[in-house]
């Protein structure tokens, strides 16, 4: 993932805990958080994010093939 959506998620964790230990909460080492429950967050919105990107795409492809259709048509008609 992308150093943007780690800044998201962490921006997101900070502004929900409104903690001052936040730093503590938030130190990681290499892609582990220092817990098991924020380690476990950050999995969930990568898996999030995953299946949003997913979702999209399908749509966008299910998008271009009714486009397609409707193409189709409009040289059957000319």
């Known amino acids: 993932m992308t150093d943007k959506m780690r800044e998201e998620f962490e921006t997101a ?3 929900e805990a409104k903690e001052p230990v936040l730093a503590v909460y938030l130190s ?6 220092s817990t098991s429950t924020l380690h476990f967050a950050w999995w969930a919105w990568k ?6 990107l997913k979702k999209q795409v ?8 009714h486009l397609a259709d409707f193409e189709h048509e409009d040289t059957l008609h000319d």
Request: hydrophobic share 40%; glycine share 0%; aromatic share 8%.
């Open 13 to 15: 964790v900070a502004l």
């Open 28 to 33: 990681r080492r290499d892609d582990t958080y």
């Open 58 to 65: 399908k749509e966008q492809e299910e998008f271009l093939d």
């Open 47 to 52: 898996a999030s994010h995953a299946a949003l």
